[in-house]
């Protein structure tokens, strides 16, 4: 019972010590508030000779603004605290003396506002900003100031403030109005510069240091403006980054001739040439550098013109005897392209018409392709058809003989526009193609075979030709699977599981729906032979 009676008696103690307390806490939070004041147009002087500029004075929490009035004559003012007086007046309480002076009239804004009322008892506010004002004799000095009261900047950087004063409607109503033409100048006199239509002013110090800019004007009388500009020692030149090396993109350029690639300076076809080009070049840009590199012509084998239509190519490939077009990726541009910016991996189709330039855009799905030797690649090609309203869409194009650069013809695209591919030998190979009854630009594609190559087996010529036995129909349990091996025939392959290589037409008969002929059989493939 004594320990509980101890516990609650060290509780009450303490809240009775910390509510003595709180009043001294309160009195130790203290504010600062920002008295400036305006002589009928200029700073006024503080008992040093300083200017009545944002002058800093410190406050208990919860005082009037009247008290940092007060504090700040104490503080700075040649007359002291005596230098402020109020007084009752016809129209209530008002200020008789302001910084030691009571021959003229005067004015206070709190923080760039002119109360409707002279409260001297309002509460004031940490970072309150005060503006007492000595208007001139006429009363007419305009209530003006800059866009900041405050700024920072290093030597040699600009600091941009913008002045404005305030006008008045008919019914009193007060707004702010950019100050042009007027004189920005330190408080010394020092002219700094004039504002500019908008008000605005650029200043750049090159000395770290505190200026105090303000401001007049001859065709108005304003209120002293007051900026504090805090200028501090410009921070050491950084090491220039080292500058990161040109990034270029590749791209490929191919050119159609009539409905044939085109052939470049060494022989070859101007199908897929890749060129490197700074990124961020124009198309055209590309197009230059393929004719540069391949062109028989070089880089004049290009050219462009103004033409009734606009800019036009007037020049393609060294030709200037044909209409030609462009795509990019599939796609005919609307725009020119001096004006299209590249992209890595772009491809872009460069296209001498026919005479009579029915040309279709044609192309293949695929632009490049890898496969091994011995595996099918199906391509299905397309080209361009136009509706009513000159709109493109790809058509399958059925019937199309599809061959290789050289000429050798590989095949023709079935009802889907579709062929398949196969190629025994490792290579790269450009397929195109051309249609019998259309004309058409010439597609593309590069195919990359790898692995190794693929030699077709054909069997031995027979010394004495003889007319193999029909052999019986085998059963199904009459035959076994054989992998074909490098160097094997249908001739070999008979002398081992038939005894003599004459009867390799029985295999050949066996193997019907595998082998198509007897000549061609390849290694890996399974083949059915006497068990």
Request: hydrophobic content about 45%.
């Amino acid at each position: 019972m004594k320990k509980n009676l101890l516990r609650i008696f060290c509780i009450l103690l303490t809240l009775t010590m910390l509510v003595g307390l709180m009043p001294v806490l309160a009195a130790e939070d203290d504010i600062t508030v920002y008295v400036s004041v305006s002589d009928q147009g200029v700073p006024a002087e503080t008992k040093d000779g300083g200017a009545a500029a944002q002058l800093a004075v410190t406050v208990p929490a919860g005082s009037t603004l009247e008290d940092a009035i007060i504090a700040a004559h104490e503080a700075y003012c040649p007359d002291g605290a005596e230098g402020w007086e109020t007084a009752e007046s016809d129209w209530g309480l008002s200020m008789a003396k302001i910084w030691g002076k009571a021959d003229g009239v005067g004015a206070w804004y709190l923080n760039g506002v002119m109360p409707m009322e002279q409260s001297w008892d309002v509460t004031a506010t940490d970072g309150d900003y005060v503006d007492l004002i000595l208007y001139r004799e006429d009363w007419s000095d305009s209530y003006a100031g800059f866009d900041q009261r405050t700024a920072e900047a290093a030597a040699g950087e600009a600091v941009t403030l913008t002045l404005t004063h305030e006008v008045f409607d008919e019914n009193w109503v007060a707004s702010s109005e950019a100050l042009a033409g007027a004189t920005v100048k330190l408080a010394d006199g020092t002219e700094l510069g004039t504002t500019d239509e908008e008000g605005k002013i650029a200043l750049t110090f090159d000395t770290a240091d505190l200026y105090l800019v303000t401001a007049d004007t001859e065709i108005l009388n304003i209120t002293a403006p007051i900026c504090v500009i805090t200028v501090k020692e410009a921070a050491p030149a950084a090491e220039p980054e080292p500058e990161a090396p040109a990034k270029n993109i590749t791209v490929y350029v191919s050119v159609s001739d009539q409905g044939a690639p085109a052939q470049t300076k060494d022989g070859g076809a101007a199908a897929q040439l890749a060129v490197t080009v700074p990124e961020g070049s124009t198309v055209e840009a590309a197009i230059i550098a393929a004719h540069e590199a391949y062109c028989p012509d070089g880089a004049e084998g290009w050219e462009m013109a103004e033409s009734d239509w606009g800019l036009s190519m007037v020049k393609i490939w060294g030709k200037t005897d044909g209409v030609g077009a462009w795509y990019l990726n599939g796609v005919m541009p609307m725009e020119q392209s001096n004006t299209v910016t590249a992209s890595e991996g772009d491809y872009v189709d460069l296209i001498l018409y026919g005479p009579d330039w029915s040309d279709s855009y044609a192309c293949f799905d695929k632009r490049t392709a890898a496969i091994a030797t011995g595996e099918a690649i199906t391509l299905t090609l397309t080209h361009d058809v136009f509706d009513e309203n000159w709109v493109a869409s790809p058509e399958a194009l059925a019937g199309a003989a599809v061959k290789l650069a050289d000429g050798t013809v590989l095949g023709t695209t079935d009802a889907e526009g579709k062929i398949a591919l196969t190629f025994n030998k490792a290579g790269t190979y450009l397929v195109t193609a051309e249609d019998p009854d259309l004309a058409i630009t010439a597609p593309v594609c590069v195919i990359t075979v790898t692995g190794e190559t693929i030699e077709p087996a054909a069997p031995a010529e027979p010394e004495a030709p003889a007319e193999p036995e029909q052999p019986a129909e085998p059963e199904a349990s009459a035959y076994q699977n054989y992998t074909v091996k490098p160097g094997d025939t249908l001739w070999s392959i008979a002398k081992k599981f038939l005894g003599s290589g004459f009867r390799w037409g029985e295999l050949f008969e066996l193997n019907a729906d595998l082998v198509k002929n007897p000549r061609w059989i390849y290694v890996g493939q399974v083949l059915r032979v006497p068990a």
